[in-house]
Nanobody, 124 residues
């Protein structure tokens, strides 16, 4: 089992940047694929970015490609999401997720462990 705690959300103007971090408990962090998802009011939780256990593979939803970068540090049990060129439509609660099962899925329902979420608001 793993516990996840996100940080780094906030209010930023369009075109700005934010860096989200997720700290994981436990000694088997390297066994988990890690992901960032987001949920805006009235919209289902959606996949944003995923990184494989060894960080060899990363996946992004089309709307954030070239603007967001996911990374992980298995020695520090952390995963980060660097967000640049932010747009108002990026406004949402962002959640960190972890799962040990394979293959990696972009469906939120198939991820087991979740953080409490951190709000990102992008003003126009």
């Amino acid at each position: 089992q793993v516990q996840l705690v996100e940080s780094g959300g906030g209010l930023v103007q369009a075109g700005g940047s934010l860096r989200l971090s997720c700290a994981a408990s436990g000694r088997t962090f390297g066994n988990y694929a890690m992901g960032w998802f987001r949920q805006a009011p009235g919209i289902e939780r959606e996949f944003v970015a995923i990184i494989s256990r060894s960080a060899v593979s990363t996946y992004y939803t089309d709307s954030v490609k070239g603007r967001f970068t996911i990374s992980r540090d298995n020695a520090r049990n952390t995963v980060s999401l660097q967000m640049s060129s932010l747009k108002p439509e990026d406004t949402a609660v962002y959640y960190c997720a972890a799962d040990t099962r394979g293959p990696i899925s972009v469906r939120a329902a198939e991820w087991t462990y979740w953080g409490q979420g951190t709000q990102v608001t992008v003003s126009s």
